[in-house]
T-cell receptor, first 112, second 114 residues
Framework: GEDVEQSLFLSVREGDSSVINCTYT??????LYWYKQEPGAGLQLLTY?????DMKQDQRLTVLLNKKDKHLSLRIADTQTGDSAIYFC????????????FGQGTELSVKP | ETGVTQTPRHLVMGMTNKKSLKCEQH?????MYWYKQSAKKPLELMFV???????ENNSVPSRFSPECPNSSHLFLHLHTLQPEDSALYLC?????????????FGPGTRLTVL
């Protein structure tokens, strides 16, 4: 089946690292994505990881993939108030074309 | 700016009204999508168009009618909606409709059905 789960809220202090977690059920997913949604805006692709990778780093963002546990995480180093947003994890099952299956989103609140 | 625009940004309509949502992409993409985002629920894919042909319809009620006249424009025609249809409707586009194609999202239309 297809199901992507995330915790709904995360609160951190400015300058700390944030870790947003996601679990997915379809082991056939070839691409896994992290999207960011700021208030009043659409979704912006932050980063993605291909299923044959364990880790991907892009500036302050680090994505870790544990295929065995079907667990994906997004680490934001030196979190800033501008990082406050909702973060969505998404998977693409191999047999469904480009269909994205999204989690409910994690609302990240960064306190000064 | 992602290159995907949506109008209107906000819409309030009664249950007997007919309205349309418009999406336009300036990226030269061949695939376009409609998603529904309700509070505290995952995004729901509604429709997928590839090269102006509908390739997916996710069991969406017939009161939602999509139209894709060309690869740059996508409409969602609304007729006799219900209050539970109130949501943020997001349009997206991608180079093609297959796996690994990054989807670029518009800002959405916030729809309220009274």
């Amino acid at each position: 089946g297809e199901d992507v789960e995330q915790s709904l809220f995360l609160s951190v202090r400015e300058g700390d690292s944030s870790v947003i977690n996601c679990t997915y059920t379809d082991s056939s997913s070839t691409y896994l994505y992290w999207y960011k949604q700021e208030p009043g805006a659409g979704l912006q692709l932050l980063t993605y990881i291909f299923s044959n990778m364990d880790m991907k780093q892009d500036q302050r963002l680090t994505v870790l993939l544990n295929k065995k546990d079907k667990h994906l995480s997004l680490r934001i180093a030196d979190t800033q108030t501008g990082d406050s947003a909702i973060y969505f994890c998404a998977e693409t099952p191999w047999n469904q074309g480009g269909k994205l299956i999204f989690g409910q989103g994690t609302e990240l609140s960064v306190k000064p | 700016e992602t290159g995907v625009t949506q109008t209107p940004r906000h819409l309030v309509m009664g249950m007997t009204n007919k309205k349309s949502l418009k999406c336009e992409q300036h990226l030269g993409h061949n695939a376009m999508y409609w998603y529904k985002q309700s509070a505290k629920k995952p995004l729901e894919l509604m429709f997928v168009y590839s090269l102006e042909e509908r390739v997916e319809n996710n069991s969406v009620p017939s009161r939602f009618s999509p139209e894709c006249p060309n690869s740059s424009h996508l409409f969602l025609h609304l007729h006799t909606l219900q209050p539970e249809d109130s949501a943020l409707y997001l349009c997206a586009s991608s180079p093609a409709s297959g796996r690994g194609n990054e989807q670029f999202f518009g800002p959405g239309t916030r729809l309220t059905v009274l």
